[in-house]
């Protein structure tokens, strides 16, 4: 037999950000405590609003599952004496089970005689073990966590009251001063307290009490409401997903409403009145059939259309005031000259150990120099870069970006461009702050992509100078984000210069202001480890093998070289001799580590032809090596010298007894090893 | 409803909530949390309820008076209940119901804000009340003040007069509106602001000011060493408003900006952790009291 269980949890209103998660973890903690108590049930249904999270257990069964087991204890000649005596072990196990050795039997298993029991424990009814519920309850862990009045509870906001009913009773519990019972709140404004009689009744009681309790169903809603208003005015209405879930996530009953502003604020950016509307007031901007603005707006009312109307006069006023001052900050600030702005950035501290914004776009410019002379940059180039670099922070003292923090680089192309600076430089301003996030695209342009990572590279040495290193989840600098953007421009725009020379070239600027006080060889081994774990972990995001990964992080090479020998690896792994391939050149590298270093090789050693041959190939290698150095190219090279190691290693003994002898064959072994890792580290590379 | 008459019934709301009403606090500040209405009574296990006007003064957005929206001193609606009662969400909306608005003529929500004042060592959780898209009411729990954990935990309720009044009297220029009948607030702080304004960005003396900070920082801790938490605290409030002044002027330098801020986190610090042991010296007087009804 089986009854619904529902429980409700209210409260005062949530973070919007953190009700889908809360609402999907009390449906996982739920189920795992009814398995736990070993109480079958049907499907897990899970709903919420801002003001409740609830779930229904669809036939809970009345009881826990009987347990019916026989277990297993010791080997007979353990648990009895020769005289049949009941051992010690044996009491203690049938003591441990609950029973007497009278219980006990015995069977074989394999051959060999065990004591068993049959243990049988009736299940208890689960109406008496569902009060646990209220540690559930406690168990659920938000984002933050508050204190409220006197009570030493931690949780995402004030608990209200609870609901908990398993079939028509109630399950006697409290949490935090909640004593569960019935009866759940409505709407704030248009709904009353109300009484759910069971599960079934829960949606629909409360929908009846204007709360829409099912997120799908509401979102739902504001869709068609998006939809009417689309069809009635003949308007696009984008949908953006993180703000229809965030606003999902801030009503119980939705109604969309449209209201307008002037016209005359069309003239602003685009990012500006979307941020304005999105960001600030959490409005689905109204668009054109051919994408471009139009002078209105839609919110979704936590509430019915009654007095809709003045719902909407009143979010036109706000957004109004909003836009007019927007309106004055980019009226003032396309007064103002870009050497102005510059030098307001030497009020401002970037870190009080690393000094001024001023200070860092100087280092940021030194840094993008010494890069374009380490790449060969054209001289067009360069001074595009350079101006890109002096200008790439003067957005953040402008009164647009002061506002609107998130319209960084943005306002900074917009206004640049503006101000007659060349087109490159423009978009540079912007990209420099390329990729934003781990979704987010590179630099497209070689001056974005340059200052980008002089800007990067810039923060993380100077982060690192002074002792601002990341651990664990402290990264208040976004350090990591910061050198996988490096990791991810390089490898995309495939560039022919390693990580480590970027990175000394920022040491060295970083130092030449004083900052901190470690010496730039400590500073250079902090900081390679650091981008060793973010390079491992973007090729581990690119599907690359873990033991490939660790085979071509030892390399010296540019960022592209080591990708690309890893995707030859990815490619070659399920080859037929690859294995035997990798064993090959495994076996030279493994005992190259005998050689002493820097020996010549004397072929007049050489004692048979299995030895001449290898050395042949190898010299042949020597010389095809560098014309190269495509991946692919390179381990076809290796490759074919599988056949001619294994017949060296079948006919040779490296470790000869004549030292002569042994350390010609070492060196031989070391020069070959040399190349091969070269390509990559590849006793590494796992093969079954 | 003008100003005035909102006052008067968010006063007399409260008052019948048992909150003791106070007048505005005498020292300058930058908003109602910095009253030691607030500030030290949210310390300590005392209960604390009590409602009051309190002009706040922003130097830096003093707008000479020509901005519709900004003012160098607006005031605040300032509510402090410890601990937090059940009902406190429902009270507030019967405030802004005995306010004439409505809450189904509207949109009113509860979005999350969470508020922190370093300088202060403060930290609370809450929302910012939504009415049609305005943010009209700032809503915090307490849950630490001056560095120390709040127990039991007090909740802010600050509303913003002007912001509310713009709305309820439909004005789109703070200068409209009414504050009692025949009376502006441009009637009555037009002058003010832009005397404060040209006095912060332009007139003001930083040399002075620069050493008034320093004088008042040293006698703050002076009176703190006595155990003298209130004349303490009103230096503490009187270094934070010159510091206010010299920031708006734009006289504090970057490296000296955080120095500045830091120095007052610690006299802040200093200040609460003295209130909390004076109290306790007197044994919680409020806290133990017989019999007391308005206090439960």
């Given amino acids: 037999m089986s009854k619904d269980l529902l429980l409700e949890i209210g409260l005062e209103e949530m973070p919007a950000r953190f009700v889908t998660q809360s609402m999907k973890q009390l449906g996982e903690k739920v189920s795992a405590y009814l398995t736990e108590l070993n109480i079958e049930f049907g499907e897990v249904h899970t709903f919420s609003t801002p003001r409740r999270l609830a779930v229904i257990v669809k036939n809970v069964s009345e009881a826990q599952a009987d347990i019916d087991e026989e277990a ?11 005289d049949g005596e009941w051992s010690k072990a044996a009491i203690g196990f049938a003591k441990g089970q609950g029973m007497t050795t009278d219980d006990i039997y015995f069977k074989e298993i394999k051959g060999v005689e065990y004591a068993h029991v049959k243990k049988f424990i009736k299940g208890q009814e689960t109406a008496a073990l569902l009060s646990g519920l209220e540690q559930v309850i406690l168990s659920l862990t938000f984002g933050k966590n508050m204190r409220w009045g006197s009570s030493d509870i931690r949780y995402v906001r004030p608990i209200k009251w609870v609901v908990a009913l398993f079939g028509q009773n109630v399950i006697p519990f409290s949490v935090a001063d909640a004593q569960a019972g019935t009866e759940t709140a409505g709407h704030r404004f248009l709904g009353e307290r109300v009484g759910i009689q069971e599960a079934s009744a829960y949606v629909d009681t409360l929908k009846q009490q204007f709360v829409v309790v099912d997120p799908t169903e509401r979102r739902n809603m504001i869709l068609a409401g998006l939809k009417q208003l689309e069809q009635k005015n003949n308007w696009t209405i984008p949908v953006d997903e993180s703000l229809l879930e965030e606003v999902n996530n801030l009503v119980e009953y939705p109604t969309a409403l449209s209201g307008s502003f002037n016209e005359e604020f069309l003239e602003l950016p685009e990012e500006v009145l979307i941020t304005s509307m999105k960001e600030h007031q959490r409005y689905f901007p109204v668009k054109k059939a051919d994408g471009t603005l139009l002078p209105h707006f839609i919110t979704i009312r936590n509430g019915n259309s009654h007095a809709i109307d003045k719902v909407s006069r009143g979010n036109e006023k706000v957004l109004r005031a909003r836009l007019a001052d927007a309106d004055f900050f980019y009226k003032e600030d396309q007064k103002t000259p870009i050497a102005d702005s510059l030098q307001k950035l030497e009020k401002i501290v970037y870190h009080e150990k690393i000094g001024t914004l001023s200070e860092k776009v100087t280092r940021i410019r030194r840094i993008t120099a010494n890069m374009a002379e380490l790449m060969n940059e054209t001289n067009e180039i360069k001074s595009l870069a350079d101006r890109a670099a002096e200008i790439c922070k003067f957005d953040l003292v402008t009164q647009m970006v ?26 540079a301003v912007n990209e420099h702050y390329m990729p934003r996030s781990a979704d987010d695209s590179v630099p497209s342009t070689k001056t974005g992509a340059l200052v980008s990572i002089a800007d990067k590279l810039d923060t993380i040495t100077a982060c690192f100078a002074v002792g ?5 989840s402290q990264d208040p600098y976004a350090l990591r984000r910061q050198a996988a953007g ?7 725009h495939n560039w022919n210069v390693t990580h480590s020379a970027l990175i000394s070239a920022a040491i060295e600027e970083v130092l030449a202001d004083n900052i901190g006080d470690k010496d730039a060889k400590a500073l250079q081994a902090e900081i390679s480890s650091f981008f060793a774990l973010r390079i491992k972990h973007i090729l581990q995001e690119k599907g690359i093998r873990y033991d490939i990964i660790e085979a071509v992080l030892t390399k010296t090479g540019t960022l592209s070289d080591m990708e690309e020998t890893a995707a030859v690896l990815m490619n070659h792994k399920e080859d037929t001799d690859f294995k035997e391939t990798m064993e090959a050149l495994s076996r030279v590298v493994n005992i190259s580590k005998k050689a002493d270093g820097g020996r010549d090789v004397n072929p007049a050693l050489f004692e048979n032809d299995q030895e001449t041959a290898l050395y042949n190939e190898y010299v042949k290698l020597q010389n095809e090596w560098e014309k190269t150095n ?5 381990y076809q090279l290796l490759a074919v010298l599988k056949p001619a190691i294994e017949r060296y290693f079948d006919n040779t003994m490296v470790m000869a007894e004549e030292e002569a002898v042994k350390q010609n064959r070492l060196a031989v072994m070391q020069h070959l090893a040399c190349i091969i890792l070269d390509f990559a580290e590849v006793p590494a590379v796992l093969v079954k | 409803m003008n100003i005035q008459e909102m006052i008067l019934t968010l006063q007399k709301h409260w008052s019948d909530q048992g909150c003791i009403l106070m007048q505005a606090y005498d020292v300058e500040k930058g908003a109602g949390t910095m009253s030691p209405y607030t500030f030290l009574r949210a310390i300590g296990p005392e209960p604390w309820n009590v409602a009051y006007v309190e002009p706040s003064r922003r130097p830096a957005d003093g707008r000479y008076g020509d901005n519709p929206n900004r003012l160098y001193q607006h005031h605040q609606f300032q509510v402090i209940m410890k601990p937090s009662p059940d009902n406190i969400q429902e009270l507030y909306l019967d405030s802004l119901k005995s306010l004439g608005i409505d809450p189904l003529e509207h949109d009113i929500r509860f979005v999350e804000d969470n508020w922190e004042n370093p300088s202060l060592g403060c930290a609370g959780l809450g929302w910012e009340v939504w009415l049609d898209g305005m943010e009209i009411t700032q809503f915090t729990y307490f849950q630490q003040v001056g560095g120390l954990e709040c127990k039991p935990v007090s909740v802010e ?10 709305y309820i009297q439909d004005k789109e220029n703070v200068f409209e509106l009414e504050w009692t009948n025949g009376f502006t607030v441009h009637d009555i702080f037009y002058q003010p602001e832009f005397e404060h304004s040209k006095y912060t960005f332009e007139t003001s003396d930083p ?4 050493n008034l900070f320093g004088v008042y920082e040293k006698e703050a801790k002076r009176q703190m060493d006595e155990g003298l938490v209130h004349p303490a605290y009103d230096y503490v409030l009187k270094c934070s408003h010159v510091f206010n002044v010299l920031d708006a002027r734009g006289a504090i330098s970057v490296t000296e900006r955080t120095a500045y801020i830091g120095r007052m986190r610690n006299l802040a610090r200093q200040v609460a952790k003295t209130f909390y042991e004076e109290r306790e010296k007197l044994g919680f007087p409020i806290l133990n009291r017989k019999g007391d009804a308005a206090h439960e």
């Fill in chain 1, 72 to 82: 297993k204890g010791p080997a007979k000649k353990i648990a009895q004496t020769e």
């Fill in chain 1, 402 to 427: 002061y506002e609107f923090p998130e319209l960084q680089g943005i306002m900074g192309e917009k206004y640049a461009r503006q101000k007659g600076e060349k087109e490159e430089v423009a978009v």
């Fill in chain 1, 468 to 472: 601002i290193i990341p651990t664990g």
């Fill in chain 1, 486 to 492: 490096i990791v991810q421009i390089m490898m995309e």
């Fill in chain 1, 630 to 634: 495509a991946a692919e190219d390179r």
């Fill in chain 2, 157 to 166: 309720i600050t509303y913003g007069i002007e912001r509310l009044a713009s």
């Fill in chain 2, 207 to 210: 040399d002075m000011l620069f």
